[in-house]
């Protein structure tokens, strides 16, 4: 299933080619491993990963011990992770796909991550990504994952292609749909969930606020 604004994996696609494209996503965020071990303490032992990108997650995730199925709509980028995966010793199934229509069977996973994905795209992709993590998920599942907030110092900027989403021709990494959102707003998208953890956090460079969110499937 597509959408005529998710139309990020294309530009992702170009940039997991190259050495230094790759390079600011080759290490995996501490607390996402800080999530993932409390979901495998806790009996979770399936585990999926929504936009691996060159792996860094899905591979930590199946060092861990979990079983690991990471997608995404770059190519390139399930290439070097399967590459990278096979370096170490490790099974992980990596699969060229879409974050709208999930390879997963409903209930069958202890633990999903979508780190800096959803967002790309309009409100109704980022519904229909919801829909399908809710769908895959056990009850009881844990879900982490990252959004854009209005804080970011990008909100608003460029062309608004739909409520709340902005494509930035002048800015390389903009230049397909982002999808911004407030607190009021986000807790409505995850309506099916109980929030964990929610913080506005800046990443890299000053004012790229995102929203960081750790919830349960109800």
């Known amino acids: 299933m597509n959408h005529p604004l998710a139309t990020a994996a294309t530009d992702w696609d170009r940039r997991w080619q190259a050495e230094e494209g790759r390079a600011d996503w080759l290490k995996p965020e501490p607390e996402v491993i800080a999530a993932a071990e409390r979901s495998y ?31 995404d709509g770059s190519d390139s980028g399930v290439a070097y992770a399967a590459n990278d995966a096979a370096r170490h010793g490790l099974a992980v199934d990596l699969r060229q796909g ?11 996973c202890d633990y ?6 959803i967002y790309h795209g309009d409100r109704a992709v980022v519904d229909q990504c919801v829909a399908e993590i ?7 599942g844990i879900y982490q994952g990252t959004m ?33 959102c407030d607190a009021q707003a986000l807790v409505g998208i995850f309506k099916g969930f109980e929030l964990w953890s929610l913080a506005d956090r800046e990443h890299r460079q000053p004012g790229t606020y995102h929203w960081h969110l750790v919830a349960q499937r109800r």
């Open 148 to 180: 854009l907030s209005k804080r970011n110092v990008n909100f608003a900027v460029g062309r608004e292609v739909a409520p709340d989403t902005f494509v930035n021709e002048a800015v390389s990494d903009k230049s397909h749909p982002h999808f911004y």
């Open 98 to 108: 879409s974050m709208m229509s999930l390879p997963m069977a409903d209930a069958s």
């Open 41 to 71: 303490n806790s009996g979770g032992r399936v585990a999926l990963d929504i936009g691996c990108g060159v792996g860094r997650h899905a591979i930590a995730l199946a060092s861990m011990g979990f079983q690991v199925t990471g997608i």
């Open 112 to 117: 999903v991550l979508a780190w800096n994905v």
């Open 134 to 140: 809710a769908r895959v998920l056990k009850p009881g």
